[in-house]
């Protein structure tokens, strides 16, 4: 068995779209997920499995697309994945909550930096299939940072990394 994350993409925010995870995990649990729990109100799901991300993803994407009633993006990581993306992150020095790391299902393309429009103070790296941004003076809520190429993916502040990161751990 193996222990992953869904990040959701799109739930909950400034109640756009709703989910509540004790509807989340309901879902896990109806899927057979093992050992199913949410970590905060933002789509974070931690299971366990013994099948592969691709057939997981649409698995979960097509449960929670017919209980939404739209379509839900889903992200997943294994746990040695998101402890690798906690230690990769390029902006340590940074404080967590004002770094993100963009989670996208391949590599970013190599132009990837190319495609960034309205970059202001922030400061951008690429990782194995994530996008790392530590935000500057501006901070998260006021960047109008764009990034194309993490559109179809989903974002966590590495103090969310983190800490999903040491609770799949013990998951294994």
């Known amino acids: 068995m193996t222990a992953y ?20 995990k309901a879902i896990a649990e109806e899927l057979g997920l093992g050992s199913p729990r949410t970590f905060i109100a933002s789509g ?14 649409g698995f979960i994407e097509q449960a929670l697309s017919k209980r939404m009633g739209r379509s839900v ?21 940074r404080p967590g909550n004002n770094v993100q790391a963009f989670f996208l299902h391949a590599p970013p393309p190599e132009d990837a930096l190319d495609t960034v429009r309205n970059a202001d103070d922030e400061r951008i790296a690429l ?6 941004v530590a935000y500057g003076e501006r901070g998260i809520g006021k960047s109008r940072l764009h990034l194309p190429v993490a559109e179809a993916g989903t974002a966590r502040n590495m103090n969310s990394v983190a800490k999903i990161a040491e609770l799949l751990a013990g998951m294994e």
Request: no cysteine; hydrophobic share 45%.
């Open 5 to 24: 994350v869904a990040l959701l993409r799109g739930v909950n925010l400034l109640g756009i779209s709703t989910l509540r995870m004790a509807d989340l």
């Open 73 to 93: 993006g889903v992200t997943l990581r294994t746990a040695a994945e998101m402890k690798a993306v906690a230690d990769a992150n390029p902006f340590g020095d």
């Open 44 to 57: 974070n799901l931690l299971f366990t499995s013994g099948k592969s991300e691709k057939s997981l993803q």
């Open 127 to 132: 990782g194995a299939r994530e996008i790392y």
